[in-house]
Nanobody
Framework: QVHLVESGGGMAQPGGSLRLSCAAS????????MGWFRQAPGKDREFVAS????????LYAESVKGRFTITRDNAKNTLNLQMNSLKYEDTAVYYC?????????????????WGQGTQVTVSQ
């Protein structure tokens, strides 16, 4: 069982930055691929970024590539998402997710564990 708690959401101006963190509890974090997803009002939950168990392989949605960076610290059981050059369309609730297995994937249906989400709002 993996328990996930996100933090770091808030409000930023267009072009600004925010850093999200996800604290994970459970004995298998270092063997789980992890991901970030987001959901805007009235839209489906969509993939943002993921990394494999070691962090050596990362995947990004085209919409965030070059602006967002996903990292993990297995010694601290934490997953991070650095978000730079924020845009209005980045506004959403952001979710941390963990899957059983070490391989990163963008498919949200492969993730078994989810955090409660943290709101990110990009506004003037």
């Amino acid at each position: 069982q993996v328990h996930l708690v996100e933090s770091g959401g808030g409000m930023a101006q267009p072009g600004g930055s925010l850093r999200l963190s996800c604290a994970a509890s459970g004995p298998t974090f270092a063997r789980n691929a992890m991901g970030w997803f987001r959901q805007a009002p009235g839209k489906d939950r969509e993939f943002v970024a993921s990394n494999n168990w070691s962090g050596s392989t990362t995947l990004y949605a085209e919409s965030v590539k070059g602006r967002f960076t996903i990292t993990r610290d297995n010694a601290k059981n934490t997953l991070n998402l650095q978000m730079n050059s924020l845009k209005y369309e980045d506004t959403a609730v952001y979710y941390c997710a963990a899957k059983i297995g070490m391989v990163a994937t963008s498919d949200r249906f492969e993730y078994e564990y989810w955090g409660q989400g943290t709101q990110v709002t990009v506004s003037q």
